[in-house]
Protein backbone atom coordinates (compact mmCIF):
# COMPACT_ATOMS: atom_id res chain seq x y z
CA UNK A 1 0.00 0.00 0.00
CA UNK A 2 0.97 3.19 -0.79
CA UNK A 3 2.42 6.09 2.04
CA UNK A 4 1.54 9.01 1.37
CA UNK A 5 3.30 12.60 3.64
CA UNK A 6 2.57 16.25 2.45
CA UNK A 7 4.76 19.21 3.34
CA UNK A 8 4.60 22.94 2.58
CA UNK A 9 1.39 24.69 3.65
CA UNK A 10 1.18 27.57 6.02
CA UNK A 11 -0.24 30.96 6.20
CA UNK A 12 -0.32 33.66 3.59
CA UNK A 13 -2.62 36.76 3.25
CA UNK A 14 -5.46 37.19 0.31
CA UNK A 15 -3.58 37.20 -3.27
CA UNK A 16 -0.35 35.10 -1.92
CA UNK A 17 0.90 31.82 -3.56
CA UNK A 18 1.33 28.29 -1.19
CA UNK A 19 3.09 25.00 -2.92
CA UNK A 20 2.04 21.72 -1.27
CA UNK A 21 3.89 18.63 -1.93
CA UNK A 22 3.23 15.06 -1.51
CA UNK A 23 5.80 12.49 -1.51
CA UNK A 24 4.58 8.92 -2.39
CA UNK A 25 6.00 5.96 -1.31
CA UNK A 26 5.69 1.93 -1.61
CA UNK A 27 3.08 0.02 -3.46
CA UNK A 28 3.24 0.19 -7.53
CA UNK A 29 3.12 3.75 -7.53
CA UNK A 30 2.11 4.21 -11.50
CA UNK A 31 -0.81 2.80 -10.43
CA UNK A 32 -1.88 5.28 -8.87
CA UNK A 33 -4.70 8.36 -9.53
CA UNK A 34 -2.93 10.81 -6.98
CA UNK A 35 -5.03 13.67 -5.78
CA UNK A 36 -5.46 16.83 -3.33
CA UNK A 37 -8.67 17.32 -1.09
CA UNK A 38 -9.01 20.07 1.88
CA UNK A 39 -11.45 20.06 5.19
CA UNK A 40 -12.13 23.17 6.65
CA UNK A 41 -13.59 23.26 10.33
CA UNK A 42 -17.24 22.35 10.62
CA UNK A 43 -17.28 21.08 6.91
CA UNK A 44 -16.80 17.62 4.81
CA UNK A 45 -13.80 16.82 3.63
CA UNK A 46 -13.97 17.86 -0.98
CA UNK A 47 -12.33 17.12 -3.87
CA UNK A 48 -9.35 19.59 -5.18
CA UNK A 49 -7.29 18.48 -7.53
CA UNK A 50 -6.49 15.31 -9.49
CA UNK A 51 -3.62 14.15 -12.12
CA UNK A 52 -2.42 10.18 -13.09
CA UNK A 53 1.15 9.88 -12.38
CA UNK A 54 2.07 10.45 -16.19
CA UNK A 55 0.91 13.99 -15.84
CA UNK A 56 -1.42 13.00 -18.70
CA UNK A 57 -4.73 13.80 -17.13
CA UNK A 58 -5.78 16.43 -14.89
CA UNK A 59 -8.99 17.56 -12.97
CA UNK A 60 -9.65 20.45 -10.51
CA UNK A 61 -12.72 21.72 -8.66
CA UNK A 62 -14.84 24.56 -9.84
CA UNK A 63 -13.94 26.33 -6.92
CA UNK A 64 -10.30 26.20 -7.64
CA UNK A 65 -10.13 26.44 -11.80
CA UNK A 66 -7.69 28.91 -13.06
CA UNK A 67 -6.06 29.42 -9.74
CA UNK A 68 -4.64 25.91 -8.76
CA UNK A 69 -2.62 23.73 -10.72
CA UNK A 70 -2.01 20.05 -9.71
CA UNK A 71 1.95 18.70 -11.70
CA UNK A 72 4.41 15.89 -11.41
CA UNK A 73 7.17 17.18 -9.12
CA UNK A 74 10.61 17.12 -10.42
CA UNK A 75 11.53 14.27 -7.28
CA UNK A 76 10.57 11.40 -8.33
CA UNK A 77 6.96 9.69 -6.93
CA UNK A 78 6.08 13.47 -5.61
CA UNK A 79 2.71 15.11 -6.73
CA UNK A 80 3.04 19.46 -6.60
CA UNK A 81 -0.66 21.73 -5.69
CA UNK A 82 0.73 25.48 -6.78
CA UNK A 83 -1.65 27.45 -5.54
CA UNK A 84 -2.27 31.27 -6.35
CA UNK A 85 -4.59 34.12 -5.85
CA UNK A 86 -5.49 32.92 -2.75
CA UNK A 87 -8.83 33.58 -1.01
CA UNK A 88 -9.87 32.98 2.48
CA UNK A 89 -12.38 30.31 1.79
CA UNK A 90 -9.38 28.03 0.90
CA UNK A 91 -8.23 28.30 4.07
CA UNK A 92 -8.39 24.94 5.22
CA UNK A 93 -6.67 20.60 6.06
CA UNK A 94 -5.31 19.84 2.81
CA UNK A 95 -5.32 16.12 2.40
CA UNK A 96 -3.13 14.07 -0.24
CA UNK A 97 -4.53 11.26 -1.16
CA UNK A 98 -4.06 7.90 -3.98
CA UNK A 99 -6.84 5.45 -5.57
CA UNK A 100 -6.38 2.94 -8.49
CA UNK A 101 -9.84 5.25 -10.10
CA UNK A 102 -9.41 6.70 -13.30
CA UNK A 103 -8.74 10.33 -14.25
CA UNK A 104 -12.57 11.41 -15.27
CA UNK A 105 -14.31 8.89 -12.54
CA UNK A 106 -16.26 11.35 -10.00
CA UNK A 107 -16.29 8.55 -6.98
CA UNK A 108 -12.95 7.56 -4.91
CA UNK A 109 -11.98 4.83 -3.72
CA UNK A 110 -8.74 6.56 -1.24
CA UNK A 111 -6.52 3.57 -0.45
CA UNK A 112 -4.22 5.47 1.47
CA UNK A 113 -4.60 9.82 2.78
CA UNK A 114 -1.43 11.80 4.17
CA UNK A 115 -1.41 13.07 7.31
CA UNK A 116 -2.47 16.66 6.22
CA UNK A 117 -0.76 19.97 6.15
CA UNK A 118 -2.82 23.23 7.07
CA UNK A 119 -3.27 26.33 5.33
CA UNK A 120 -4.50 29.48 6.16
CA UNK A 121 -5.31 32.41 4.18
CA UNK A 122 -6.27 35.81 6.23
CA UNK A 123 -8.12 39.03 4.82
Known amino acids: QVQLRESGGGSVQAGGSLRLSCAASGGIISTYRMGWFRQAPGKEREFVAA????????RYADSVKGRFTISRGVVRNTVNLQMNSLKPEDTAVYYC????????????????WGQGTQVTVSS
Open 51 to 58: ITWNGAGQ
Open 97 to 112: AADRRGIADDSWVVES
